[in-house]
Protein backbone atom coordinates (compact mmCIF):
# COMPACT_ATOMS: atom_id res chain seq x y z
CA UNK A 1 0.00 0.00 0.00
CA UNK A 2 0.91 3.33 -0.97
CA UNK A 3 1.99 4.95 2.45
CA UNK A 4 1.09 8.68 1.27
CA UNK A 5 -2.60 6.80 2.26
CA UNK A 6 -2.03 6.67 5.85
CA UNK A 7 -1.64 10.48 6.15
CA UNK A 8 -4.19 13.03 7.82
CA UNK A 9 -4.13 16.03 6.31
CA UNK A 10 -5.41 19.52 7.89
CA UNK A 11 -6.49 22.96 5.94
CA UNK A 12 -4.62 25.86 7.03
CA UNK A 13 -7.00 27.89 8.99
CA UNK A 14 -6.08 31.26 7.34
CA UNK A 15 -7.70 29.58 3.90
CA UNK A 16 -11.54 29.76 3.89
CA UNK A 17 -13.61 27.22 2.28
CA UNK A 18 -16.94 29.69 0.74
CA UNK A 19 -19.91 28.75 -1.76
CA UNK A 20 -21.02 31.49 -3.87
CA UNK A 21 -23.45 31.41 -6.20
CA UNK A 22 -22.68 27.51 -7.18
CA UNK A 23 -18.38 28.38 -7.24
CA UNK A 24 -16.82 26.61 -4.09
CA UNK A 25 -13.97 29.20 -3.69
CA UNK A 26 -10.94 28.97 -1.17
CA UNK A 27 -10.24 32.27 0.24
CA UNK A 28 -7.27 32.97 2.08
CA UNK A 29 -7.69 35.75 4.15
CA UNK A 30 -4.66 36.32 6.20
CA UNK A 31 -0.47 36.97 5.22
CA UNK A 32 0.50 33.81 6.04
CA UNK A 33 -1.91 32.49 2.89
CA UNK A 34 -0.86 36.27 1.08
CA UNK A 35 1.11 34.25 -1.49
CA UNK A 36 -2.31 33.01 -2.65
CA UNK A 37 -2.48 36.25 -4.91
CA UNK A 38 -5.72 34.36 -6.98
CA UNK A 39 -8.62 32.60 -5.57
CA UNK A 40 -8.78 28.76 -6.27
CA UNK A 41 -12.32 27.20 -7.68
CA UNK A 42 -12.56 23.55 -6.45
CA UNK A 43 -14.87 21.43 -8.28
CA UNK A 44 -17.36 19.53 -6.69
CA UNK A 45 -15.55 16.20 -6.09
CA UNK A 46 -12.55 18.49 -4.83
CA UNK A 47 -14.76 20.41 -2.38
CA UNK A 48 -15.79 17.21 -1.10
CA UNK A 49 -12.08 16.43 -0.76
CA UNK A 50 -11.44 19.60 0.80
CA UNK A 51 -14.56 19.37 3.81
CA UNK A 52 -12.60 15.78 5.01
CA UNK A 53 -9.26 16.98 5.29
CA UNK A 54 -10.06 17.66 9.17
CA UNK A 55 -6.87 16.18 10.27
CA UNK A 56 -8.71 12.68 11.03
CA UNK A 57 -9.69 11.49 7.89
CA UNK A 58 -6.66 9.18 6.37
CA UNK A 59 -6.38 9.73 2.48
CA UNK A 60 -7.15 6.03 2.23
CA UNK A 61 -10.23 6.70 4.21
CA UNK A 62 -11.40 9.53 1.85
CA UNK A 63 -10.44 7.63 -1.25
CA UNK A 64 -13.03 4.92 -0.10
CA UNK A 65 -15.57 7.74 0.69
CA UNK A 66 -14.81 9.08 -3.19
CA UNK A 67 -15.60 5.45 -4.06
CA UNK A 68 -18.48 5.47 -2.33
CA UNK A 69 -20.18 8.52 -3.45
CA UNK A 70 -18.64 8.56 -6.86
CA UNK A 71 -18.72 5.93 -10.08
CA UNK A 72 -14.96 6.03 -9.98
CA UNK A 73 -12.48 3.17 -9.13
CA UNK A 74 -10.30 2.81 -6.28
CA UNK A 75 -7.45 3.42 -8.28
CA UNK A 76 -8.82 6.45 -10.53
CA UNK A 77 -10.02 8.02 -7.05
CA UNK A 78 -6.21 6.97 -5.44
CA UNK A 79 -4.33 8.64 -8.03
CA UNK A 80 -6.58 11.93 -8.59
CA UNK A 81 -7.03 11.90 -4.93
CA UNK A 82 -2.70 12.03 -4.66
CA UNK A 83 -2.82 15.06 -7.33
CA UNK A 84 -4.84 17.36 -5.90
CA UNK A 85 -3.56 16.69 -2.26
CA UNK A 86 0.07 17.41 -3.96
CA UNK A 87 -1.07 20.64 -5.95
CA UNK A 88 -3.14 21.73 -2.36
CA UNK A 89 0.51 21.36 -0.57
CA UNK A 90 2.03 23.38 -3.20
CA UNK A 91 -0.01 26.30 -2.91
CA UNK A 92 0.55 25.65 1.26
CA UNK A 93 -3.51 25.71 2.06
CA UNK A 94 -3.09 21.81 3.52
CA UNK A 95 -0.26 20.12 5.74
CA UNK A 96 0.12 16.84 7.29
CA UNK A 97 -0.70 16.78 10.93
CA UNK A 98 -0.93 12.28 11.34
CA UNK A 99 -0.24 9.36 10.13
CA UNK A 100 -2.84 6.12 10.66
CA UNK A 101 -1.05 2.94 11.03
CA UNK B 1 -18.40 15.32 -11.35
CA UNK B 2 -14.76 13.83 -12.28
CA UNK B 3 -12.17 14.50 -12.46
CA UNK B 4 -11.29 16.72 -9.35
CA UNK B 5 -10.12 19.95 -10.08
CA UNK B 6 -8.50 23.34 -8.36
CA UNK B 7 -8.73 26.08 -10.65
CA UNK B 8 -6.81 29.20 -10.28
CA UNK B 9 -8.61 32.48 -10.58
CA UNK B 10 -8.36 36.69 -10.27
CA UNK B 11 -10.71 38.22 -8.49
CA UNK B 12 -11.90 39.76 -11.31
CA UNK B 13 -12.43 36.45 -13.43
CA UNK B 14 -14.23 34.81 -10.42
CA UNK B 15 -16.56 38.26 -10.84
CA UNK B 16 -16.93 38.04 -14.37
CA UNK B 17 -17.68 33.26 -14.10
CA UNK B 18 -20.19 34.09 -11.36
CA UNK B 19 -22.26 37.08 -13.23
CA UNK B 20 -21.97 34.03 -16.65
CA UNK B 21 -23.65 31.62 -14.43
CA UNK B 22 -26.27 33.69 -12.64
CA UNK B 23 -27.52 35.41 -15.66
CA UNK B 24 -30.22 37.62 -15.00
CA UNK B 25 -31.10 35.38 -11.42
CA UNK B 26 -30.82 38.16 -7.99
CA UNK B 27 -28.74 36.93 -5.70
CA UNK B 28 -26.92 39.06 -3.13
CA UNK B 29 -23.66 38.44 -3.22
CA UNK B 30 -22.33 42.48 -2.57
CA UNK B 31 -22.93 44.62 0.26
CA UNK B 32 -21.98 48.27 1.04
CA UNK B 33 -22.14 48.52 5.02
CA UNK B 34 -22.19 52.18 6.12
CA UNK B 35 -20.85 51.77 9.29
CA UNK B 36 -21.39 55.40 10.50
CA UNK B 37 -22.91 58.40 8.70
CA UNK B 38 -20.28 60.77 11.19
CA UNK B 39 -17.47 61.92 9.96
CA UNK B 40 -14.38 63.96 11.14
CA UNK B 41 -14.32 66.34 8.05
CA UNK B 42 -16.56 68.45 6.94
CA UNK B 43 -16.56 68.20 2.86
CA UNK B 44 -18.33 70.81 0.81
CA UNK B 45 -19.85 68.50 -1.46
CA UNK B 46 -20.76 65.21 1.27
CA UNK B 47 -24.24 63.90 0.67
CA UNK B 48 -24.25 62.62 4.36
CA UNK B 49 -22.81 65.76 7.01
CA UNK B 50 -23.28 63.96 10.32
CA UNK B 51 -20.84 65.56 12.81
CA UNK B 52 -18.23 63.14 14.22
CA UNK B 53 -19.37 63.88 17.91
CA UNK B 54 -23.19 63.61 17.13
CA UNK B 55 -24.13 61.29 20.45
CA UNK B 56 -27.69 60.91 19.50
CA UNK B 57 -26.41 59.40 16.31
CA UNK B 58 -23.53 57.46 17.72
CA UNK B 59 -26.37 56.02 20.08
CA UNK B 60 -28.81 54.98 17.19
CA UNK B 61 -26.03 53.07 15.11
CA UNK B 62 -26.12 49.53 15.36
CA UNK B 63 -23.56 48.12 17.91
CA UNK B 64 -20.33 45.80 17.81
CA UNK B 65 -22.38 43.08 18.50
CA UNK B 66 -25.35 44.02 16.12
CA UNK B 67 -22.98 44.48 13.39
CA UNK B 68 -21.40 40.93 13.89
CA UNK B 69 -24.55 39.41 14.15
CA UNK B 70 -25.54 40.58 10.81
CA UNK B 71 -21.97 40.02 9.01
CA UNK B 72 -22.50 36.20 10.08
CA UNK B 73 -25.94 36.56 8.66
CA UNK B 74 -25.08 38.01 5.42
CA UNK B 75 -22.38 35.73 4.90
CA UNK B 76 -24.92 32.83 5.23
CA UNK B 77 -27.19 34.37 2.48
CA UNK B 78 -24.11 34.01 0.42
CA UNK B 79 -22.32 37.71 0.13
CA UNK B 80 -19.15 37.44 -0.46
CA UNK B 81 -18.28 41.25 -1.53
CA UNK B 82 -18.35 43.62 1.22
CA UNK B 83 -17.87 47.51 1.20
CA UNK B 84 -17.57 49.64 4.18
CA UNK B 85 -18.08 53.06 3.81
CA UNK B 86 -19.35 55.98 5.85
CA UNK B 87 -19.25 58.70 6.93
CA UNK B 88 -16.02 57.77 8.00
CA UNK B 89 -15.38 54.16 8.75
CA UNK B 90 -12.73 54.74 11.23
CA UNK B 91 -14.89 57.15 13.62
CA UNK B 92 -16.11 53.30 15.22
CA UNK B 93 -13.79 53.00 17.99
CA UNK B 94 -14.93 48.81 17.12
CA UNK B 95 -13.49 48.90 13.33
CA UNK B 96 -10.76 46.64 14.59
CA UNK B 97 -13.21 43.83 15.80
CA UNK B 98 -15.91 44.56 12.95
CA UNK B 99 -13.37 44.47 10.18
CA UNK B 100 -11.32 41.30 11.15
CA UNK B 101 -14.66 39.61 12.36
CA UNK B 102 -15.77 40.39 8.59
CA UNK B 103 -12.34 38.76 7.25
CA UNK B 104 -12.62 35.80 9.29
CA UNK B 105 -16.28 35.01 7.96
CA UNK B 106 -14.46 35.38 4.00
CA UNK B 107 -15.85 38.26 2.74
CA UNK B 108 -13.73 40.08 0.35
CA UNK B 109 -13.45 43.92 1.68
CA UNK B 110 -12.68 46.97 0.17
CA UNK B 111 -12.73 49.83 1.98
CA UNK B 112 -13.51 53.48 1.66
CA UNK B 113 -11.59 56.05 3.90
CA UNK B 114 -10.45 59.83 4.05
CA UNK B 115 -7.37 58.17 5.78
CA UNK B 116 -6.61 60.89 8.48
CA UNK B 117 -7.79 58.42 11.29
CA UNK B 118 -5.15 55.72 10.49
CA UNK B 119 -2.99 54.62 13.59
CA UNK B 120 -0.38 52.21 13.33
CA UNK B 121 -2.35 49.47 15.11
CA UNK B 122 -5.03 49.48 12.19
CA UNK B 123 -2.51 49.50 9.89
CA UNK B 124 -0.58 46.27 11.27
CA UNK B 125 -4.12 45.01 11.26
CA UNK B 126 -4.84 45.47 7.47
CA UNK B 127 -1.60 44.44 6.87
CA UNK B 128 -1.93 40.94 8.23
CA UNK B 129 -5.68 40.54 7.41
CA UNK B 130 -5.14 42.11 4.12
CA UNK B 131 -8.55 43.72 2.75
CA UNK B 132 -9.27 43.72 -1.60
CA UNK B 133 -8.45 47.04 -1.42
CA UNK B 134 -8.55 50.62 0.22
CA UNK B 135 -9.40 53.28 -1.29
CA UNK B 136 -8.61 56.73 -0.11
CA UNK B 137 -9.88 60.25 -1.66
CA UNK B 138 -8.00 62.97 -2.30
CA UNK B 139 -9.65 65.98 -1.27
CA UNK B 140 -6.91 68.02 -2.77
CA UNK B 141 -3.17 67.70 -4.06
CA UNK B 142 -2.00 70.95 -1.78
CA UNK B 143 -3.05 71.40 1.81
CA UNK B 144 -4.80 74.74 0.25
CA UNK B 145 -7.44 72.60 -1.44
CA UNK B 146 -7.52 69.70 0.64
CA UNK B 147 -8.38 71.63 3.55
CA UNK B 148 -10.56 74.52 2.01
CA UNK B 149 -12.72 71.27 1.20
CA UNK B 150 -12.94 69.25 4.35
CA UNK B 151 -13.04 72.46 6.30
CA UNK B 152 -10.14 70.67 8.83
CA UNK B 153 -7.32 72.31 9.67
CA UNK B 154 -4.45 69.80 10.20
CA UNK B 155 -6.62 66.89 7.97
CA UNK B 156 -4.26 67.39 4.80
CA UNK B 157 -0.95 66.16 6.91
CA UNK B 158 -3.07 63.46 8.33
CA UNK B 159 -4.24 61.89 5.38
CA UNK B 160 -0.62 61.87 3.33
CA UNK B 161 0.61 60.09 6.61
CA UNK B 162 -2.31 57.47 6.00
CA UNK B 163 -1.20 56.82 2.42
CA UNK B 164 2.24 56.42 3.18
CA UNK B 165 1.89 54.34 6.23
CA UNK B 166 -0.44 51.86 4.04
CA UNK B 167 2.24 52.42 1.30
CA UNK B 168 5.12 51.16 3.45
CA UNK B 169 2.52 48.26 5.15
CA UNK B 170 2.16 47.16 1.13
CA UNK B 171 -1.58 47.56 2.44
CA UNK B 172 -3.32 47.49 -1.46
CA UNK B 173 -4.37 51.11 -1.66
CA UNK B 174 -6.41 53.22 -4.49
CA UNK B 175 -6.63 56.87 -4.38
CA UNK B 176 -9.19 58.98 -6.00
CA UNK B 177 -10.75 62.44 -5.91
CA UNK B 178 -13.84 64.33 -6.54
CA UNK B 179 -13.09 66.41 -9.24
CA UNK B 180 -15.07 69.60 -8.86
CA UNK B 181 -14.61 73.30 -8.77
CA UNK B 182 -12.53 73.74 -5.59
CA UNK B 183 -10.38 70.95 -6.33
CA UNK B 184 -10.45 71.23 -10.68
CA UNK B 185 -6.60 72.73 -10.63
CA UNK B 186 -5.15 70.02 -9.36
CA UNK B 187 -6.88 67.02 -11.26
CA UNK B 188 -4.21 66.13 -13.27
CA UNK B 189 -1.42 66.98 -11.08
CA UNK B 190 -3.26 63.90 -8.73
CA UNK B 191 -3.03 61.61 -11.25
CA UNK B 192 0.77 62.06 -11.86
CA UNK B 193 0.86 62.19 -7.93
CA UNK B 194 -0.40 58.56 -7.78
CA UNK B 195 1.61 57.60 -10.88
CA UNK B 196 5.02 58.41 -9.06
CA UNK B 197 3.41 56.62 -5.88
CA UNK B 198 2.62 53.52 -8.19
CA UNK B 199 -0.86 53.58 -6.93
CA UNK B 200 -3.80 53.70 -9.44
CA UNK B 201 -5.99 56.72 -9.71
CA UNK B 202 -9.78 57.80 -11.04
CA UNK B 203 -11.78 60.64 -10.42
CA UNK B 204 -15.63 61.03 -9.92
CA UNK B 205 -17.12 64.21 -11.05
CA UNK B 206 -21.10 63.43 -11.07
CA UNK B 207 -22.03 65.09 -7.73
CA UNK B 208 -25.11 63.88 -7.02
CA UNK B 209 -27.52 66.52 -4.47
CA UNK B 210 -27.41 65.85 -0.45
CA UNK B 211 -29.80 64.37 1.91
CA UNK B 212 -29.13 67.34 4.45
CA UNK B 213 -30.57 69.68 2.11
CA UNK B 214 -27.86 71.51 0.88
CA UNK B 215 -27.73 72.42 -2.84
CA UNK B 216 -24.07 71.60 -4.48
CA UNK B 217 -25.02 72.43 -8.13
CA UNK B 218 -22.84 75.16 -7.84
CA UNK B 219 -19.50 73.04 -7.34
CA UNK B 220 -20.23 70.59 -10.50
CA UNK B 221 -17.54 71.30 -13.61
CA UNK B 222 -19.45 72.43 -16.44
CA UNK B 223 -19.83 68.68 -18.75
CA UNK B 224 -17.65 70.04 -21.21
CA UNK B 225 -15.22 70.17 -18.68
CA UNK B 226 -15.51 67.03 -17.09
CA UNK B 227 -15.73 64.83 -20.11
CA UNK B 228 -12.85 66.09 -21.51
CA UNK B 229 -10.91 65.04 -18.03
CA UNK B 230 -12.73 61.82 -18.49
CA UNK B 231 -11.77 61.27 -21.81
CA UNK B 232 -8.10 62.92 -21.08
CA UNK B 233 -7.09 60.09 -18.57
CA UNK B 234 -5.04 57.65 -19.83
CA UNK B 235 -6.60 55.03 -17.13
CA UNK B 236 -10.32 55.74 -17.89
CA UNK B 237 -10.28 56.97 -21.53
CA UNK B 238 -9.91 53.63 -22.69
CA UNK B 239 -12.69 52.49 -20.67
CA UNK B 240 -15.21 55.16 -21.77
CA UNK B 241 -14.12 54.30 -25.37
CA UNK B 242 -15.12 50.78 -24.60
CA UNK B 243 -18.61 51.82 -23.73
CA UNK B 244 -18.59 52.15 -27.68
CA UNK B 245 -18.68 48.50 -27.91
CA UNK B 246 -20.94 47.86 -25.18
CA UNK B 247 -23.68 50.15 -25.54
CA UNK B 248 -23.81 50.25 -28.72
CA UNK B 249 -26.29 47.92 -29.59
CA UNK B 250 -28.24 49.78 -26.36
CA UNK B 251 -28.39 52.62 -28.36
CA UNK B 252 -29.03 52.05 -31.52
CA UNK B 253 -32.36 49.73 -29.84
CA UNK B 254 -35.74 51.18 -29.69
CA UNK B 255 -35.22 52.82 -25.32
CA UNK B 256 -38.38 50.90 -24.31
CA UNK B 257 -36.06 47.55 -25.28
CA UNK B 258 -34.73 48.34 -22.11
CA UNK B 259 -36.58 51.12 -19.91
CA UNK B 260 -39.21 49.11 -18.33
CA UNK B 261 -38.08 48.95 -15.42
CA UNK B 262 -37.07 51.83 -13.12
CA UNK B 263 -34.33 49.76 -11.38
CA UNK B 264 -32.06 49.31 -14.34
CA UNK B 265 -28.98 48.92 -12.00
CA UNK B 266 -27.33 46.20 -10.06
CA UNK B 267 -29.47 47.36 -6.81
CA UNK B 268 -31.41 44.62 -5.65
CA UNK B 269 -30.52 41.98 -8.57
CA UNK B 270 -26.39 41.19 -7.08
CA UNK B 271 -25.98 44.29 -4.06
CA UNK B 272 -27.54 46.49 -1.42
CA UNK B 273 -26.96 48.88 0.73
CA UNK B 274 -27.01 48.25 5.08
CA UNK B 275 -27.14 51.67 6.55
CA UNK B 276 -25.10 52.37 10.07
CA UNK B 277 -28.43 51.37 11.58
CA UNK B 278 -29.63 48.49 10.11
CA UNK B 279 -31.76 49.63 7.58
CA UNK B 280 -31.47 48.09 4.18
CA UNK B 281 -31.95 49.46 0.60
CA UNK B 282 -31.32 48.95 -2.64
CA UNK B 283 -27.68 51.12 -2.94
CA UNK B 284 -26.44 53.87 -0.43
CA UNK B 285 -28.38 57.09 -2.53
CA UNK B 286 -31.75 55.60 -2.21
CA UNK B 287 -33.29 56.56 1.07
CA UNK B 288 -34.69 55.80 3.22
CA UNK B 289 -34.41 52.20 3.94
CA UNK B 290 -36.79 49.81 2.86
CA UNK B 291 -36.58 47.16 5.57
CA UNK B 292 -35.01 46.76 8.98
CA UNK B 293 -32.62 43.91 9.24
CA UNK B 294 -32.30 44.22 12.77
CA UNK B 295 -35.59 42.68 13.66
CA UNK B 296 -36.05 40.56 10.12
CA UNK B 297 -33.88 38.40 7.99
CA UNK B 298 -31.48 39.46 5.13
CA UNK B 299 -33.46 36.98 3.14
CA UNK B 300 -37.36 38.54 3.29
CA UNK B 301 -35.61 42.36 3.04
CA UNK B 302 -33.90 40.66 -0.14
CA UNK B 303 -37.63 39.72 -1.28
CA UNK B 304 -38.85 43.60 -0.23
CA UNK B 305 -35.95 45.08 -2.68
CA UNK B 306 -37.02 42.59 -5.52
CA UNK B 307 -40.13 44.02 -5.23
CA UNK B 308 -38.87 47.22 -5.58
CA UNK B 309 -37.12 45.94 -8.71
CA UNK B 310 -40.67 45.40 -10.29
CA UNK B 311 -41.61 48.86 -10.32
CA UNK B 312 -42.29 49.78 -13.84
CA UNK B 313 -41.20 53.59 -15.51
CA UNK B 314 -44.35 55.27 -16.24
CA UNK B 315 -44.95 55.98 -19.83
CA UNK B 316 -44.49 59.76 -19.95
CA UNK B 317 -41.11 59.53 -18.26
CA UNK B 318 -38.90 61.51 -20.92
CA UNK B 319 -36.01 58.86 -20.25
CA UNK B 320 -37.88 56.38 -21.51
CA UNK B 321 -37.79 57.63 -25.19
CA UNK B 322 -34.24 58.34 -25.08
CA UNK B 323 -31.50 56.62 -27.02
CA UNK B 324 -28.82 57.91 -24.87
CA UNK B 325 -30.06 55.73 -21.46
CA UNK B 326 -27.26 53.40 -22.03
CA UNK B 327 -24.20 55.74 -21.49
CA UNK B 328 -26.12 58.05 -18.88
CA UNK B 329 -25.30 58.03 -15.44
CA UNK B 330 -28.95 59.10 -14.43
CA UNK B 331 -30.33 56.85 -12.25
CA UNK B 332 -33.53 57.02 -9.70
CA UNK B 333 -31.65 57.97 -7.23
CA UNK B 334 -30.02 61.02 -9.06
CA UNK B 335 -33.41 62.18 -10.43
CA UNK B 336 -34.87 61.68 -6.56
CA UNK B 337 -31.99 63.73 -5.17
CA UNK B 338 -31.93 66.43 -7.72
CA UNK B 339 -35.91 66.51 -8.53
CA UNK B 340 -37.44 64.66 -5.83
CA UNK B 341 -38.71 62.46 -8.17
CA UNK B 342 -36.92 59.06 -9.64
CA UNK B 343 -38.55 59.79 -12.72
CA UNK B 344 -37.51 62.73 -13.79
CA UNK B 345 -34.36 64.16 -16.57
CA UNK B 346 -31.34 65.12 -14.53
CA UNK B 347 -30.05 67.73 -17.19
CA UNK B 348 -26.47 67.19 -15.65
CA UNK B 349 -26.22 63.21 -16.67
CA UNK B 350 -28.08 64.29 -19.62
CA UNK B 351 -25.45 66.84 -20.96
CA UNK B 352 -22.60 64.93 -19.76
CA UNK B 353 -23.85 61.77 -21.55
CA UNK B 354 -24.73 63.93 -24.66
CA UNK B 355 -20.99 64.90 -24.85
CA UNK B 356 -19.65 61.45 -24.26
CA UNK B 357 -21.77 60.51 -27.26
CA UNK B 358 -20.33 62.87 -29.31
CA UNK B 359 -17.25 61.80 -28.16
CA UNK B 360 -17.56 58.15 -29.15
CA UNK B 361 -18.75 59.11 -32.26
CA UNK B 362 -22.28 57.53 -31.58
CA UNK B 363 -24.56 60.33 -32.68
CA UNK B 364 -22.48 60.79 -35.97
CA UNK B 365 -22.06 57.23 -36.52
CA UNK B 366 -26.22 56.86 -36.49
CA UNK B 367 -28.47 56.90 -39.41
CA UNK B 368 -31.54 57.76 -37.38
CA UNK B 369 -32.40 60.68 -35.96
CA UNK B 370 -31.79 60.18 -32.05
CA UNK B 371 -34.14 60.79 -29.80
CA UNK B 372 -32.77 61.87 -26.56
CA UNK B 373 -34.76 62.97 -23.05
CA UNK B 374 -34.22 66.90 -22.68
CA UNK B 375 -33.95 67.71 -26.19
Known sequence: MDDRLQRCYEKDPNVLFREVAGEQILVPVRKQAAEMAALYVLNETSAFVWNLLDGKHSLAEIRDCLVAEYEVTPETAESDLFELIERLEGLGVVRVVAHVM | MWPMSCEELT???????????????????????????????????????????????????????????????????????????????????????LYRHAKQRGFLLSLLTNGTLLT????????????????????????????????VAGAYDRCLRGVRMF??????????TIAMVPTRHEVRAMYQFAAELGVEFRHDGVLFQT??????????????????????????????????DRYRDLVEKAPHDFQEYLYTCGGGLRSFYVDPYGGMSLCQMTRPAVYDLVSGTVEEGWEVLGELRQRRVSKDFACLHCHLAGICQRCPAFSFLEHGDPETVVEYACAIARLRAQELGLVDSMAKELVVAGS
Open chain 2, 11 to 97: YNQLGENIKARLGGQRVPLSVTVGLTDRCNLWCVHCFVHDPARDQELRARELTTEQWIDLFDRLAEAGCFWMTMTGGEILLRPDFAD
Open chain 2, 120 to 151: PELVALLAEWYPLVVEITLYGLTRETYEAVTG
Open chain 2, 167 to 176: LEARVPLRLK
Open chain 2, 211 to 244: FHGKDIRDLRLPPEELVALDFANPKAAPDLRRLD
